[in-house]
């Protein structure tokens, strides 16, 4: 499995963003694709979820401003974001999951993830 992030860039405070995902190598319907991201300094911190069945996942402080989709047709997925505040510059990354599970695991963890892409830097300015 590949991933490869994109759609990073400059925004002002308030704007909102949506990140892309292309994968290929395997059909995203397949496996669990999460967004994390890393704020210089800091650790890599969980953003989102879409598990196999469509189900997504989110950290209460993301929850409501940020929306993880996925477009079938084209083997990718998205990560919409209102409301950018400039803590919430980071480089973004998305992976992929093989992990089974019931359907209320969280996959809120890096351990969860075997497959990485680069990321794509979001800078939001005040």
């Known amino acids: 499995v590949q991933l490869q992030a994109s759609g990073g860039g400059l925004v002002q405070t308030g704007d909102s963003l949506t990140l892309s995902c292309v994968v290929s190598?395997?059909?995203?319907?397949?496996?669990?694709t999460g967004w994390f991201r890393q704020a210089p300094g800091r650790e890599r911190e969980f953003v989102a979820a879409?598990?196999?069945?469509?189900?997504?996942n989110y950290p209460n402080s993301m929850r409501g401003r940020f929306t993880v989709s996925r477009d079938m047709p084209k083997n990718t997925v998205h990560l919409h974001m209102n409301s950018l505040k400039p803590e919430d510059t980071a480089v973004y990354y998305c992976?992929?999951?093989?992990?089974?599970?019931?359907?209320?695991?969280?996959?809120?963890?890096?351990?969860?993830?075997?497959?990485w892409g680069k990321g794509t830097l979001v800078t939001v300015s005040s």
């Open positions: 190598g395997r059909n995203i319907s397949t496996f669990v």
């Open positions: 879409v598990r196999r069945s469509g189900s997504t």
């Open positions: 992976a992929a999951s093989t992990r089974q599970s019931t359907g209320c695991y969280l996959y809120n963890r890096r351990i969860d993830y075997s497959f």
